[in-house]
């Protein structure tokens, strides 16, 4: 059974950072791309970050420069560091492997709210 659990969100002003966690088991973590998706109230929910296999990492535009990927095969754990926060990248923040190439497992989340 695949299980993620994300955590580090919390409540930052603008300019300040988090870092997001997210922990797997019951999946072959090693050979998945694993994506970071946050969801506003209202949005559609969109990929912000994903890391391949190999640590190849592409990032949403408005967030190159500012947030960093990272995982760690050993651990099975994929991280985001979140630099230099605005408020719109507040929501709802949720990792996923992509597994068949789509990312169709979830877990709760881990919301992020940056005040201005």
């Known amino acids: 059974q695949v299980r993620l659990v994300e955590s580090g969100g919390g409540l930052v002003q603008a300019g300040g950072s988090l870092r997001l966690s997210c922990r797997t088991s019951?999946?072959?973590?090693?050979?998945?791309?694993m994506g970071w998706f946050r969801q506003a109230p209202g949005k559609e929910r969109e990929l912000v970050a994903s890391?391949?296999?190999?640590?190849?990492?592409v990032y949403l535009e408005s967030v190159k420069g500012r947030f960093t990927i990272s995982r760690n095969n050993a651990w099975t754990t994929v991280h985001l560091q979140m630099n230099n926060l605005k408020p719109e990248d507040s929501g709802r923040y949720f990792c996923?492997?992509?597994?068949?190439?789509?990312?169709?497992?979830w877990g709760q989340g881990t919301q992020v709210t940056v005040s201005s």
């Open positions: 996923a492997p992509r597994r068949g190439g789509v990312y169709n497992t």
């Open positions: 019951g999946i072959n973590f090693s050979i998945y791309t």
């Open positions: 890391i391949s296999s190999n640590g190849s990492a």
